[in-house]
C-alpha cells in the first residue's frame, strides 16, 4: 500500500498520533508527510517509556528509517519545530526533516489576535495563532518558511519528495490532523478550524493527486470527544466522564475535553466524506477494560466484538486496527485477518 492517508472521523483527539507511529514502524514506512493546519493539533505517541506530545513534526518520528516531512499547506511556528527537534534527538529527526518551503509562518502577531476577540471568547480556538495566520495567507501576505533564515537547511520540495517515493512503490503515509467535524467546510461551523482537514485536503496539503492515494484511514475513538466550542450530541457531564474513565485533558491547551458515546450517524458520515477504505478505533481499553494489552482479535472479551461488529456494520468499512492500551504497540493488527493491504515486515 504504497499511500495511505490517515484522518480523524470525530473532533479530534482519536489517537492519531499513535496509529501513525505504529503504522510507520511496522510498516517500513519510508516517508510521513504531515497535513493539516499547524501547530494547533496536538499528537502524543507513547514510545517505550516515553511520552512525547507532538504538534509540528509527523507522529512517525519513532522511526528511524522514516523521512519528516511538513507539506507545504501546513502552518509553521519555528520555535514549535525546533523544540520537537530536540525533544526527539534521541531518533535523529533533524537530520530527516524536511520543510516545503511554501508553508507560512505563524508569528507573535497571529498567536496575539488569536487570544482575544471572536476566536477566543466564542470559538474558544487553542490560541496558537494558526487562524489569523491562515486569514493573512488569504490576504496574501504571510511570511513562507523560504523566507526564514533558521528554515533555510530545512527546505524541502515535499510535493517531489512525496510523489517520487510513491512512484518508487515505497509506504508513504499522509498525516492528518484535528478532525472531520473541525473542517472549515463539513464541520460545525463556525465552531471549527481554519481550513478543510478531510482526506482530500490533507493530500492538497501535501501535493498529493487522488490517484496516488490507495488506502484512507479514518480514526475514531470508542467515545467521542471534543474541546472548545460547539455541539456534542448526548454530551456527558464532566463528573460522569471521570466515572466512566473518558475524562481527559487536550494536549495543547490543557483545557478539558467533552465527552459523549461513540456517535454512529458521525462515523457514517465521516467515512462518506474521507472516502474511507477501512477504519481504526482507539481507546478499546477504556471502554472495556477487558482489553487492554490484547494483541490478537480472538483475545478480546466477545461485548468488545460485538462493539467492533456493530460500528462496522454501521459505516461500511472494515475496522482494521483496534486501540487497546496508549503505547504505539498495545494494538490489535486486523488487516491481514480481514484482506486489507498490510506490510508482513515488523519493527
Not at 512517525?60 to 525533544?87: H, R, T, W, Y
Not at 520543510?99 to 505563524?106: F, G, H, L, T
Not at 477487558?290 to 494483541?295: A, L, P, T
Amino acid at each position: 500500500m504504497p499511500c495511505t492517508v490517515v484522518v480523524c472521523g470525530f473532533f479530534g483527539d482519536t489517537g492519531k498520533g499513535k496509529v501513525i507511529s505504529y503504522l510507520a514502524l511496522k510498516d517500513s514506512v519510508s516517508v510521513t508527510a504531515r497535513a493539516g493546519v499547524g501547530p494547533n493539533a496536538g499528537h502524543t505517541v507513547i514510545y517505550g517509556d516515553k511520552t512525547y506530545k507532538m504538534r509540528m513534526l509527523p507522529s512517525a518520528f519513532a522511526s528511524e528509517k522514516c523521512k519528516l516531512l511538513i507539506g507545504p499547506g501546513v502552518l509553521v511556528n519555528p520555535d514549535v519545530l525546533f523544540q520537537e527537534m530536540k525533544l526527539t534527538e534521541i531518533f535523529k529527526s533533524e537530520d530527516r526533516t524536511g520543510v516545503d518551503p511554501q508553508c507560512a509562518i505563524i508569528e507573535p502577531k497571529h498567536i496575539e489576535a488569536d487570544k482575544k476577540g471572536h476566536l477566543a471568547t466564542e470559538v474558544k480556538t487553542t490560541g496558537t495563532g494558526t487562524g489569523p495566520c491562515n486569514a493573512e495567507r488569504a490576504l496574501r501576505s504571510v511570511k513562507l518558511a523560504r523566507d526564514i533564515d533558521q528554515l533555510k537547511r530545512f527546505l524541502v520540495d515535499v510535493p517531489l519528495e512525496v510523489n517520487s517515493a510513491i512512484e518508487r512503490g515505497e509506504n508513504v503515509l499522509i498525516e492528518g490532523t484535528q478532525g472531520t467535524y473541525l473542517s472549515l467546510y463539513h464541520g460545525t461551523y463556525p465552531y471549527c478550524t481554519s481550513k478543510d482537514v478531510t482526506a482530500s485536503a490533507a493530500c492538497s496539503d501535501v501535493g498529493v493527486g487522488p490517484r496516488k492515494v490507495d488506502e484512507v484511514l479514518v480514526v475514531f475513538k470508542a467515545y467521542t470527544t471534543r474541546v472548545g466550542g460547539g455541539p456534542l450530541s448526548n454530551e456527558i457531564s464532566w463528573e460522569e466522564a471521570e466515572k466512566r474513565g473518558w475524562a481527559e485533558i487536550a494536549s495543547v491547551t490543557g483545557r478539558r475535553r467533552r465527552a459523549a458515546p461513540f456517535n454512529f450517524e458521525l462515523a457514517k458520515r465521516a467515512v462518506m466524506l474521507n472516502g474511507a477504505t477501512q477504519a481504526a478505533v482507539t481507546k478499546m481499553d477504556v471502554l472495556f477494560p477487558d482489553c487492554r494489552n490484547v494483541k490478537a482479535y480472538r483475545g478480546l472479551p466477545n461485548e468488545a466484538k460485538r462493539f467492533v461488529e456493530k460500528i462496522e456494520s454501521e459505516i461500511g468499512i472494515p475496522v482494521t486496527l483496534l486501540g487497546t492500551g496508549a503505547e504505539v504497540w498495545e494494538i490489535v493488527d486486523r488487516r491481514l485477518d480481514l484482506g486489507t493491504s498490510s506490510s508482513s515486515e515488523s519493527f
